[in-house]
C-alpha cells in the first residue's frame, strides 16, 4: 500500500462562482506543481469539464475523480462521483432534466464557460447551475447509489449549502459514502460537536474555485494503486485501505 495525496473538490471555470484561470489546463498543471495524485472535479451541477481534464491529467500521471457537486432542493451541496464515461452521461441527463429553466447572469453570478485543452470557449451554460435541483437529497442519494455512483454531504461544517444548515440534523436514513468538512476545522472539533458523525468516514478537501486555493487541503488515501474501486474500499475502510486527512 502507498498514500496518495487527493483533492477531491475543485471546481472548473464552469462553475459560475470558478475563477476565470480555473480551466482544465491550469488545473493540471497547479495539481502536478503542489503534488497530487487524485483530484475530483466538481463542477456546481454539471460534469461537462470532467473529460477533458481527465484526459490532460493522466498524460501528467494524476488520477482524476469524475462527478459534479449537486444542489438539492433543500439546498445541501453534495459531491458525486463515478467511476466511468457511461455512468457519468446518465448523470449528467439527470442533471438536465432536474436543473430549472432559470437563466444565468453573468455580471451577478459569473460566466459559465466549456474551454478546450488551448482554453478556448467552445460553449456556455445559459441556465444558472447554482440552482437547486429538482430533486430531494435523498432522492439524489439513491439515484447516484443506483449507478454505483459514491455520494458524499459537502463541507457539513459551514452554515450555508450544508447539512446541518439546511436540515438542523444528521438524517438517521443518511446513506453517505463519506462526509467532507471544510478547511475550517478538523474532523476531531467536528467530531467534538456532532458525535453522531463519528461512524463515518470523514474527508477534508479545498473547495478550490481559484488556483492557489487546489491543495490548500488534503486527504491521503491509503491503497494499492490510484483508481475507482480502490478509492471507494479506502472510504469503507476494508481490505487493509483506508484515509489520513491533512
Known sequence: MKLYRADLHIHTVLSPCGDLEMSPSNIVSEALHKGLDIIGITDHNTTLHNSLVKRLAEEKGIFVLQGAEITTTEEVHCLV????????????????????????????????????????IVYEEKRLLHSALLKSLKEIEIFVHSLDGLFIPAHIDRKKNS????????????????????????????????PEIAPYTILRSSDAHFQEDIAASTTHFRIERPCFSEIRQALKGINGRGIETR
Open 81 to 120: 462521483f463515478f467511476e466511468n464515461t457511461d455512468t457519468l452521461e446518465m448523470f449528467q441527463d439527470f442533471l438536465d432534466r432536474n436543473l430549472p429553466d432559470i437563466l444565468n447572469k453573468p455580471s451577478l453570478f459569473g460566466f459559465q464557460v466549456q474551454v478546450d485543452e488551448n482554453d478556448n
Open 163 to 194: 447539512l446541518y444548515s439546511q436540515l438542523g440534523i444528521m438524517p438517521e436514513n443518511m446513506n453517505a459514502d463519506a462526509l467532507e468538512i471544510s478547511r475550517a476545522t478538523s474532523p476531531e472539533e467536528f467530531i467534538k460537536m456532532h
